[in-house]
């Protein structure tokens, strides 16, 4: 009974839901780059510090403090959403964290929500991509933003220009998730069974 009791998914519950994709939401957060003032890389976030200090709204909504200074709002809704007028949890939502940066979590959405949210610089992804961590796992590609300084150093050794190094689109969701912008250029390192690594440059366009 247990080992066949496996193979059927198990019930979470909201409550349940809503801690694991805090907990994953953070995740993201960390893995996240920012170039200070000297050009340097750092951490968004400290996943302790973010842990212990992130502050809950209510209603599902979540604000935390980043590294930089910034301010993250997290928003999550348990539904498909199909308007973003007024009065809507969207524009309530925006009205109510005109300040910070953004992030709707939702079970689902049309294109017409994701057009009206994007131009509204808010991040938004499926509550299923954050019911577990995906980046983590085994096996999964490592991808770092390079600085400034390691774009040009970059170019210059490999003889590479913008228009010349393999393109990722801004909607991919290795660039969502990172939060990268156009023109970034990340490294990725995937495991190789023959090398142990393999690299490759990738720019956001």
């Known amino acids: 009974?247990?080992?066949?009791?496996?193979?059927f998914p198990i019930f979470k519950t909201e409550i349940q839901k809503v801690e694991i994709i805090v907990k994953n939401v953070i995740i993201m957060l960390s893995?996240?780059?920012?170039i200070d003032k000297n050009g340097e890389k750092k951490k968004l976030l400290d996943i302790d510090i973010a842990t212990k200090n992130i502050d809950d709204k209510g209603d599902n909504t979540f604000v935390l403090k980043a590294n930089n200074g910034d301010q993250f709002a997290i928003k999550i809704i348990f539904q498909k959403i199909v308007t973003t007028g007024k009065k809507s949890t969207i524009s309530d939502f925006i009205e109510d964290y005109v300040q910070y940066k953004k992030i709707l979590i939702a079970n689902n959405y049309n294109n017409k929500v994701v057009a009206f949210v994007t131009g509204q610089n808010i991040q938004i992804f499926k509550e299923a991509s954050f019911l577990e961590d995906i980046i983590t796992h085994n096996g999964q590609p490592k991808f770092e933003l390079l600085s400034p300084s390691e774009m040009e150093n970059f170019k210059k050794s490999y003889n590479v220009t913008e228009y010349t190094i393999k393109k990722c689109p801004k909607n991919d969701a290795v660039v969502k998730y990172l939060g990268l912008k156009k023109k970034d250029?990340?490294?990725?390192?995937?495991?190789?069974?023959?090398?142990?690594y393999a690299i490759e440059y990738k720019i956001v366009v």
């Open 1 to 7: 009974m247990d080992e066949n009791r496996s193979l």
């Open 31 to 34: 893995n996240r780059i920012y």
């Open 185 to 196: 250029i990340f490294r990725v390192v995937r495991p190789s069974p023959i090398s142990g």
